[in-house]
């Protein structure tokens, strides 16, 4: 699951972009200007930041050059009603990964911060197979011994984020971090129902372990 941060002053459009995103089944916060990105970026690994150039507080310029000095690993795709192409150079020399001109349509949002999201995790196979399981996370397809397997947004989130370990365990706070959103409750008990769900629709026998204390992995 891609984690984004959306910073956009411009409240209406900033909320419309996050439910956008999370409609496609990424994990979204919301933030509305420059100073609270430069609270947030350090807290939550984001693999992507969707950021306003012209923002109140501390500039898009600066929130930019402040995440490319850091060793956080979020691209960041930067937004502008500036068209010139002086612009969208000044864009990209101070550190930003792509550039988009508003107005714009989700759909190429969208794309663009699926490609964002492939760039800031390390390469894995395009197709992850494990005990069984084949998960295509391009073609948002799963597939158990041959059997398709239709499954919510959050557990194809959970199921690639395990199937990504290669037989690691993955903590339920690590799981929440990737596949929900920060207004999560931290307490809630939506990672172990959503396993639960998980290794319904997957099957028998059981390949989702739970590590006690600890977490899940597909070993």
């Not at 129902?193 to 997957?202: C, D, H, N, P």
């Amino acid at each position: 699951m891609v984690r984004i941060l959306v910073v956009e002053d411009e409240k209406m459009l900033a909320d419309a972009v996050a439910e956008w995103l999370r409609r496609e089944a990424f994990a979204v916060d919301v933030v509305y200007d420059g100073a609270a990105a430069l609270e947030r970026i350090p807290v939550n690994e984001y693999d992507v930041v969707v950021l306003d150039r012209d923002l109140p507080l501390v500039h898009g310029d600066d929130v930019c050059r402040a995440i490319s000095a850091s060793e956080a690993a979020a691209r960041v795709l930067m937004l502008t009603a500036a068209t010139g192409v002086r612009d969208r150079v000044a864009g990209l020399g101070i550190g930003a990964d792509d550039y988009l001109t508003k107005p714009f349509a989700f759909a190429e949002l969208s794309a663009r911060v699926h490609a964002l999201g492939r760039r800031a995790r390390p390469a894995t196979p395009p197709v992850l197979e494990r005990a069984g399981i084949r998960l295509d996370p391009a073609r948002r397809e799963v597939y158990r011994d041959g059997r398709f397997v239709p499954l919510a947004n959050k557990e194809f989130a959970v199921l690639t984020e395990l199937m990504r370990a290669s037989g690691g365990v993955v903590s339920a706070e690590q799981l929440l971090e990737k596949a929900w959103d920060e207004n999560i409750d931290p307490f809630t008990n939506v990672v172990r129902v959503t396993v639960m769900k998980l290794r319904r629709k997957l099957g028998e026998p059981q390949v989702v372990e739970t590590v006690p204390g600890v977490g899940y992995r597909v070993p």
